[in-house]
């Protein structure tokens, strides 16, 4: 049969389709957030972004729990979200088979941390599979809701941003329809009640000891015998490092990571010379492995960010690899807010007031950088709202306090944050940028926009009644590309006695399908006061003489410098006009 | 049998995404094993972004050092200095003779870049002008398959498999102009190796 180019991610969705899964739901985040948007194309499976991973993965355990298999989807910070659910799902097990995909994000690319989803796979008792290609993604999806029902337990599958973004070959089969099954009341599975929750305990031993046995057989956890002089244990993506990187050493390739199958590492451990593991992220399988008696090599990778080819060649001694040294002395090329993008005009008013900004995550966190420089912290989904709280209790600033948060992370997080504030009696202000879409990754429906994840019309959260029904004393709406308006809204609430919602309402710069006209300088009035250069817009530049230029490709006319010069200098022009100086 | 590494290296928005793809449904219809990398997220916010195409026999990883591509298909000339560490001694460089300032030179943090064409020029580069060849195809945002055409030069694939991918890639009102790109792009690195 042909084989068909996929993703990872497209592979994770094709693999739960064949296993004929039910519902998929979960929160995007990069690099997880393909698996739903291909799972919704397929016929007979129903698909929800929920307004985060821990409801997802109540919603995924509920279907469980009626009969049917479901998958849940987040990145690995997600699962902290989820975890609550996870944890004491493992204790009562499942009805329909029930999947967790977490991604995890070795390196950073797009994450503010790079924790191991292996460890809260050891904390909540579940079982891991790690893929290192695609068409590993979609066969060991198959074995998860297999190994779920079969062992009466959620099972994570855990893909990195390289298996879940890289394209590889996959032999796609058919949909198997699983019977929902009928649905039985059963207390002492389902209620965790401290009595059920000892007698389903034991339950979760011995099923460890089960899956313990199964792995020593699993065709998930291979064994390749080459040169045996050394035997690499290695899981996921870090097995195509060693395969291209040590291509004559033996290799135990582990499939099913948790529980780790302990014979067949000494077995192997026994067969080679030497043995080392190479895994990316936490040492989860070396300790392990060291736990069992086996002497490792040390090796010296580092202990974080991504391996490759090279590292594990080299920590072997393989020389004589062409080198070609960095080039110094460039411009870096950091992610930025798009031209006409609503973010910048509220970060470029909060300049002006001088304000501490607790921020949140998405993709204003870029207002971060110069030369917006809009912001003191960002932690986590929600956070910025609590710690607003908290700075403003510390007592030691005196300039303004505001918390920032988007539309999609007010609704994952946000919500308890402005509830607290207005038990707590604060009179704080927390500004909510509304830009009518989860845009960082890629523009996801949710609760407030009113997109369901089909592109159907949902329900449109109505933001202002939620803050007041909170407790917001004064709810204002501004347009965020209108600066001396948003300027004086934030001057007045945060000067005010009272909790404060200021909802920044535009749409995100990439939902304008029809651009304006773009603005041009008119070279006699430019001062060169470089006013408009600190919007950081990456339409605007100085050309050789000081001077402010603005790319008319570029540019889509939001007409946000035109409001910072004061010299009247920023003038419309036509779409392709050929700009040449006076009005 | 060997394994050949195609590097293609822009700036997000700039559809090396697509062209990867293209690149990487070519060689699976020439039968060979193919593996792709790239990374979405916030890089695709304007930030430096750069796809791998790996194609042979069988391909282990997705990813690649320094010192192993074969081509590097660069869409603007910083990024294409920044990512020449990639190319083997004797590989490919395809540049688009483009400069996209990044916003720590626009804003005057950062000096500009200067020499970039003269130094990629003397490892070996074959420059074309992506943008101005699509918008000679029909469409301006055809520049990325102006630069498949000029990858295309150098690797061993069937020019109609190329035309009859781009034709199930890109969206159908563009097929036509990207065909012309394509084949644009292809003439002037046929004219540029000519040079060398």
Redesign the interface.
């Known amino acids: 049969m042909a ?1 068909t ?1 996929m993703s990872g991610n497209e592979a994770v969705a094709r693999g739960a389709w064949e296993a004929g899964v039910a519902i998929g739901v979960g929160y995007p985040g ?2 997880s ?2 698996v739903l948007e291909n799972l919704v194309k397929y016929d007979g499976v129903r698909c929800e972004w929920a307004p985060n991973e821990k409801v997802a993965a109540e919603v995924a355990g509920g279907v469980s729990l009626g009969g049917a298999r479901a998958i849940v989807t987040m990145k690995h910070v997600g699962l902290n979200v989820a975890a609550d659910a996870l944890y004491s799902q493992s204790y009562t097990g499942v009805t329909g088979g029930l999947v967790y995909l977490v991604a995890d994000d070795p390196g950073m ?2 994450s503010q941390n790079e924790q191991d989803t292996r460890n809260h796979a050891v904390g909540s008792r579940v079982p891991v599979l790690e893929p290192s ?1 695609s068409q590993e993604a979609l066969t060991f999806v198959k074995r998860a809701f297999e190994l779920s029902e079969r062992f009466d337990v959620p099972v994570i599958v855990r893909m990195t ?2 298996v879940s ?5 996959v032999e796609q089969g058919e949909r198997h329809d699983v019977a929902v099954r009928p649905y039985q009341r059963d207390v002492r599975k389902n209620v965790m009640l401290p009595g059920n929750a000892r007698l389903r305990q034991r339950q979760v031993n011995a099923r460890e000891t089960e899956l313990v046995a199964y792995g020593a057989a699993a065709e998930e956890n291979r064994v390749e015998y080459r040169d045996t002089s050394l035997g690499v244990i290695t899981s996921g ?1 870090a097995y ?2 060693v ?3 040590l291509p004559d050493a033996s290799t135990l390739k582990l499939g099913l990571t948790v529980p780790l199958p302990d014979d067949l590492i000494l077995e192997f451990a026994s067969k080679v010379d030497r043995v080392v593991v190479i895994e990316e992220l936490d040492p989860y399988l070396s300790l392990r492995v060291k736990a069992l008696g086996i002497p490792l090599v040390e090796h010296g990778l580092p202990r974080s960010g ?1 391996l ?4 594990v060649a080299e920590a072997f001694g393989s020389g004589a ?7 110094q ?10 031209p006409g993008c609503p973010h910048r005009g509220l970060f470029y008013s909060l300049g002006k007031i001088r304000a501490v900004v607790t921020g949140d995550i998405g ?1 204003y966190t ?1 207002a971060s ?3 917006l420089s809009g912001m003191d912290s960002c932690v986590c989904m929600g956070a910025s709202i609590g710690m607003a709280h908290g700075v403003d209790l510390a007592g030691s600033v005196e300039r303004p306090i505001v918390a920032v948060i988007g539309d999609s992370t007010f609704a994952h997080s946000g919500i308890t944050g402005l509830l607290h504030m207005a038990y707590a009696g604060s009179t704080g202000t927390v500004i909510i940028l509304d830009n009518r879409t989860t845009a ?3 523009h996801q429906g949710n609760p407030v926009n009113g997109v369901f994840i089909d592109g159907s019309a949902a329900p449109e959260l109505d933001l202002e009644a939620l803050s007041r029904a909170v407790g917001a004393v004064s709810v204002r709406i501004v347009d965020p590309h209108e600066l001396d308006a948003t300027l004086a809204v934030l001057r007045e609430e945060t000067a005010a006695q009272h909790l404060s919602v200021i909802i920044a309402k535009a749409p995100c710069a990439l939902l304008i399908k029809e651009a304006k006209d773009p603005y041009a300088i008119d070279e006699e009035l430019c001062t060169k006061c ?1 006013a408009c ?2 919007l ?1 817009c ?1 339409a ?3 050309d050789d003489t000081g001077r402010a230029v603005i790319d008319t490709a570029t540019c889509v006319g939001c007409g946000q410098c035109v409001q910072v010069c004061r010299f009247d200098a920023v003038v419309r022009v036509g779409p392709s006009c050929d700009f040449g100086g006076g009005r | 049998m060997s394994i050949t590494t195609v590097v293609l290296a822009g700036v997000g928005g700039q559809g090396t995404i697509l062209a990867g793809d293209v690149l990487a449904k070519v060689a699976v219809a020439e039968g060979h094993d193919v593996k792709l990398s790239e990374v979405h997220g916030m890089a695709q916010r304007g930030g430096s972004v750069e796809t791998f195409v790996r194609f042979g026999a069988q391909v282990f990883s997705p990813v690649v050092d320094q010192g192993v591509a074969d081509h590097l298909i660069a869409f603007e000339m910083t990024e294409a200095t920044r990512t020449l560490r990639y190319l083997r001694p004797g590989g490919t460089l395809v540049v688009n003779r483009r400069v996209m300032a990044s916003l720590p030179v626009l804003i005057g943090d950062v000096p500009a870049p200067d020499g970039l064409e003269a130094a990629l020029s003397s490892e070996g580069a074959i420059f074309l002008d992506a943008e101005a060849l699509a918008c000679e195809a029909g469409s301006p945002r055809s520049a990325n398959i102006v630069l498949m055409g000029a990858a295309s030069y150098g690797l061993p694939f069937d020019t109609t498999t190329w035309e009859r991918v781009i034709g199930e890639r890109v969206p159908p009102k563009t097929v036509e102009a990207n065909l012309r790109a394509f084949h644009l792009g292809r003439d002037a690195c046929a004219e540029g190796a000519c040079v060398l």
């Open positions: 084989r180019l990069t690099p957030t393909e690319h797009s290609d941003t390289r973004h890289g394209k590889s070959l993506i195509q490092y395969r291209e990187g991504e490759s080819p090279r590292l690899l062409p080198v070609r040294d960095e080039v002395g460039l411009p870096p090329r950091p992610p930025l807010l798009c993709c870029l950088l110069a030369p960082m990754t890629g470089g250069i600190r950081g990456p605007i530049s100085r």
